[in-house]
Each structure stands twice: as C-alpha cells, then as structure tokens.
C-alpha cells in the first residue's frame, strides 16, 4: 500500500479503516480512492470481518473533500457496497465528497468540533458521489436543497439535530464511543446483522409490501443457518452463543 493513504487492520472482528492523509485534511486523492476500492472488496471477501469503523487520522478534518478532478473519484460508492456495518467516527470536519463518504456509511458518530457540509456548487461542481441521493433520504429533502443549493458548512449540534450524525461527544471519546458500538454489534451473529441490514437499506426503496415480503425472505434463509441453531441452543443451556458467521 502507498504510504499516507489509508490504514487498515482487524481486531475482534471489527475492521478499523483510516484515511492517513493528515497534512492534507485527509482528501481524497486517486491514490486513496484505488486503496478504498480494493480494501472494501476484501472485507466484503473476508468472514472474520462483522463490523467496520470508517475514521481519519488526526483531529482536525475526517475528509475535507478531494483532489481535482472529482468526478473521477468514487470512494463513497464503494463504501456503500459493503455489505457490513459501517460506522462513521468522524473526528473532524467532513465536506464535499468527504461528507459524501460519511453519508454512505449507516451509522455516524461525530467529534463535537466537527463541520458538515457540500460546497461543490461554489466552485461550479455538483456532489457527484451520491450526495445528492444520500442526503436527502437522511435529512429531507428541502434541508438538503438548503445544503446543497447554499454550499453552507453546518456545526456538529445542527448535524444532529436534523439527524445528519446519530450522536456527538468529546473529541477525545470518539473512537471509544465508535468501539464500544461496534463492539456491541459484533457480539451479534454476523449474518443477522448482515440480513437485517439489508432488509434497511433495500426496504426504503420498496414498497412496503415489498419490503414486508424481503423481511420475510430474509428471515427464514437465517432459519437454515448454523447460527440460528446455535443462538437456539445457546438460549437452553443458558450461555452465552458463540456465532462464526455460518
């Protein structure tokens, strides 16, 4: 790997991902976008992986955005296709296409210090990596036309207000905060988490009988698990279930 992309290793079943540009506020660059790319295709291959923590080194910026040219850039595309839960530890600012990587992730937990915002159309751009999809599915559509239309930057406490991040603390409690989470869902059986993801992500763009019947679907392939019959059997013998993702 290139140095000062990104940084990469598990423990305990969480995958911890790290935008390793400091110096640069952590932009994305042709460099980092390649990384992300081939780094996302090994955790969707990798059994060991339940849970990823998405984070940029230093405390000032998550992303501040990207090289030119942008529209050659697809990082936040190929975070959405992880097929794991992402969690956004976003210790710093996150803006233009850095924003648009955090949006793509399910979870965000954000620094207190953090800034948000998509200020493409000042330099005469779009988002163009899902930002204008993603954004408005999180926070509504006329506060995201607000956003993207003005270009503004946005504080923290108005991020969670509108729902745009699900949490903020401490800058210093951020990937303890992050941890803990993904601790917590890493105790669950990995397919479950994986199904129930899904039937989320995929549901919000069906109808609800359709997604009723994905949910069902959903339900009964876990029925032929071995975890299933594992969390069965946990649950008799009064201990706690040990899942391995089968």
Sequence with gaps: MPPNTLLYNIKDHVAYLTLDRPQESNVINEALAREMKDICERINLDKDVYVVIITGAGDKAFCAGSEPPEASYTAASVVARIDRPVIAALNGDALGQGLELALACDIRLASAEARFGLPQLTSGMIPSDGGTQRLPRIVGKAKALEMVLTGETIGAEEALRIGLVHKVVAP???????????KNMASKAPLSLRYARE?????????????LRLEADLYLL??????????????LEKRNPQFKGE
């Design 199 to 211: 039937a989320i992500n995929k549901g919000m763009d069906l109808t609800l009988e359709q997604g």
């Design 222 to 235: 876990l029925h032929t698990t071995q975890d299933r019959t594992e969390g069965i059997r946990a649950f």
């Design 172 to 182: 210093g409690n951020l990937l303890g905060e992050a941890e803990a989470m993904a």
